[in-house]
């Protein structure tokens, strides 16, 4: 099996190759951590938001969308604890010049604890063959019970420095000896705060002009508009607003691709709720967002929950739904029960109320949140890493193919003249005219058939359709399947049914 570390470089360069993501602004080399999205990384970007964007608003009478403005008043950050607390704790290296952040050294140490693990219960998985216990070897064979029981002591130091004192996340580090990852020095500075938030400037002279902020996240949008929304629609507790859109956070460990980057575009939906029922709805969410992931395919293996012992300061409960990304489990989604923590600041910073009255209830309050959050580009990893497959053919050649969920697919069918001629061609032009006001269909007539195939299974199209003379004939064509290779003959008349099947959305949410 190929190594992580190799499937990971391989997503990378496909992804560039094969014109889904290029670094942003290559001609001068690129900007770290920013990423453009090319021809085909802009439809599958767009059709993950569509299926976001329809399981949450168009499925449910009481969610509504938004799209507010990246730029806002700067009392909304002051309010939010942004200005506050926003912060990653950054660690120089004196020698190098090189900034880390403290905790990612630490976590990273704990992660070769984990491997070192690891790799003791698969040697042993290999000695013991079927006979192994897994679960009893990880509690008795004293290296590993040794590697797993330090890795939780220091996590659990390194929360506790976190939030007590920094001072004792230096020591941490200097007590494990955790040296520059690039030079090997071990001499560190003290470990500082550094906030995350872009800021920008607002008007035109340098005196008059007002400090901004780039949105680090999209929820605020949304909170500041909770009664402009609930008042002009109409809306009655429990409902929802949600909305897509960029956010821009200064991140200092930016790697990982598009796993971490600098500017990216959340999907988040804020569910209002009475005070008192914010669990009910924080268990509902939780269930239905891990049923939308796994609604997929992607296999339900790959994703975990993982509940935050300790809280931000503005929940109550949250959880993440982690992704096993080509790097291992990460967060994809987090899921927060936000409290009434949000809009109360917002009354107390601008001095107005905003409060729901409730008829039932004969009573005004405000709202309790859960809050649901998804990175769509980490969406996009997850999908386009997962889908990513070489494959050994039965003849024992390989081909690349990008097995994506049909519904995301960025182009459903490719339409291929068998030859370049006689009124092949025209025939296959005409399959398009009639398929592309439903579907994304592409036209392929270079080189021989199985080449184009083997393009179109890289693009991750789900069907190829071939046109050749029986096409004249009998107004036939050959469908072949991505994924089985299977080729079925069928009528032109049939094509758009058997398309539809495939990639229609309503099929695909329904097995939600
Ligand atoms: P992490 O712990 O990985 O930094 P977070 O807990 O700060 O993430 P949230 O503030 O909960 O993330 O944001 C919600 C979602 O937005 C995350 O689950 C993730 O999918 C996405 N996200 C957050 N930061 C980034 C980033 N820098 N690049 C891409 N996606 C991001």
Known sequence: MAKQEDIFKNVVSHAKEYGFIFPSSEVYDGLSAVYDYAQNGVELKKNIREYW?????????????LDAAILMHPTTWKASGH??????????????KKRYRADTLVEDYCKKLEDKAKKEIDKAKARFGDAFNEEEFVTTNA????YLGKKKEILSRLAKGMTDDLQDV?????ELGIADPETGSKNWTDVKQFNLMFGTKLGASAESAMDLYLRPETAQG????FLNVQKSGRMKVPFGIAQTGKAFRNEIVARQFIFRMREFEQMEM???VRPGEEMKWYHHWKDTRLK???SLGLGKENYRFHDHEKLAHYANAAADIEFNFPFGFKELEGIHSRTDFDLKAHEKYSGRKLQYFDAELNENYVPYVVETSVGLDRMFLAVFATSLQEETLEDGSTRTVLKLPAVLAPTKAAVLPLVKKDGLPEVSRKIIEDLKWDFNVAYDEKDAVGRRYRRQDALGTPFCITVDHQTLEDETVTIRHRDTMKQ??????????IIENEVSMKNWLMKM
């Open 270 to 272: 804020q569910f209002f």
């Open 488 to 497: 079925d003959r069928v009528k032109i008349t049939e094509l758009r049914g």
């Open 143 to 146: 290296r590993v019970v040794e």
């Open 292 to 294: 939308w992931h796994l």
């Open 222 to 225: 949304i909170f500041v508009n």
């Open 83 to 96: 200005v506050d607390a926003f912060n990653d704790p950054l660690i120089d290296n004196k020698d190098s």
């Open 170 to 174: 230096k020591a941490l580090i200097e």
């Open 53 to 65: 964007w329809k399981s949450m608003v168009q499925m449910n009478e009481n969610i509504v969308g």
